[in-house]
DNA sequence: ATAAAGTGTTCACTATAATAAACACTTTCG
DNA sequence: CGAAAGTGTTTATTATAGTGAACACTTTAT
């Protein structure tokens, strides 16, 4: 009894911790947040304290308050430390070498919803790095020069302000055929590499 | 009070579904689940049933029998397939009017994973659209022009070629506060339109 | 055939979550 | 200054979540 009820403690804490501070971000008071989400103020305030232990349907009732779901509410880091947020042209990590470069928006991140990438072809350049097929999606946009896309044996030539957008598990592969350097910005979802 | 209830009844039926698809996937039963987590199994029976709202803390203790996290168990993510892949200029769908225009990859499909935008600010143009916050990561590479960016009460001004990265959930603007149109790429996920 | 052990469900009872109202305190404003 | 409105907290009461024991039923085994 007396372990399942500092348990049960702990994990109060949290919730009420990550209320808390989603809360305070938000800039609510407990009574605002009260009657933006029909729930007692009391109740708030003894969840952030960590002295009541919320139901889910009381939780997703709070969380009408904010545009969060359960899922991230869950999810949401709560570390103080500050991620980084905005890059300059020299903090893209360059991924690859040679006529290919691949330059990543936000470091190499775990968990990063998004693979966010500044790509340039050299004239010639083309990649076996999509040759074969892999989970998720992938869209591009060509800024400059003209870039060769196949997928799913479909061929298309794609010059400035054209784009594309299809399911990763289809075969499909990268090449510049023109005279000039193809520049494009991409994003997958997972990250692959 | 009966529209309180059946609010619940909602709540309650799909935190059920989840429990019972989770349970019987991993083969367990009831009772079996009931030993694993140290939860009553009758408690666990009348989750399923929908007829029990369960506190947070039940659900932590329940999911101890699984290798997933609330998160997790709260997260559900469905994608469909699509058929075009290649886009011309004039194939991107646009969004919005006036001084910010958003021309997305891929038209206005449902179950995308990622939300692919050219987006173009004219200068004084800014938005509304992201004054408060959402769920997902967005991102964002600066073709052209300047763009006045704000996260989380964090302002920069990026110039082309730099970019950001930032989770959703925090508050963030965008403006062109410079004297030239700014042109840029963005990709958010999950799409928010 | 018929125990024995399994399944999910139902039902009083107890523990506790959720509420409204009062509390102590700080800030705003006339 | 002092009233009014704000802040988070505490408390008694009500509503309900969680429990153990019985239930009805199905499956396995001797």
Redesign the pocket.
């Known amino acids: 009894m007396a372990d399942k009820?500092s348990d049960?403690c702990r994990d109060q804490d949290e919730v009420g911790f990550r209320l808390k501070h989603l809360r305070t971000e938000y800039g609510l008071?407990?009574?605002?947040l009260s009657k933006k989400s029909?729930?007692?103020?009391?109740?708030i305030?003894?969840?952030?304290?960590g002295?009541?232990?919320?139901?889910v349907?009381?939780l997703r009732k709070i969380l009408t308050g904010f545009p969060i779901s359960l899922a991230t509410f869950f999810d949401r880091t709560i570390e103080t430390g500050q991620e980084k947020i905005f890059f300059a042209k020299s903090e893209l990590t360059e991924l690859s070498e040679g006529l290919v470069s691949y330059r990543q928006v936000g470091g190499v991140r775990q968990g990063q919803a998004i693979q966010f990438l500044w790509e340039r072809y050299e004239p010639g350049g083309n990649t076996g790095r999509h040759a074969f097929a892999h989970e998720g999606e992938e869209c591009g946009f060509i800024i400059s020069g003209e870039l060769t896309v196949t997928v799913a044996g479909r061929t298309q030539s794609l010059k400035a302000g054209e784009a594309y957008y299809f399911k990763s598990d289809q075969p499909h592969t990268f090449k510049n055929e023109g005279v000039t350097p193809c520049e494009l910005i991409t994003a997958c979802t997972p990250p692959s590499f």
Do not use: H, W
């Open positions: 009820r049960t008071s407990q009574r605002q029909g729930v007692a103020n009391a109740t305030s003894q969840i952030e304290a002295s009541l232990n919320p139901t349907g009381t």
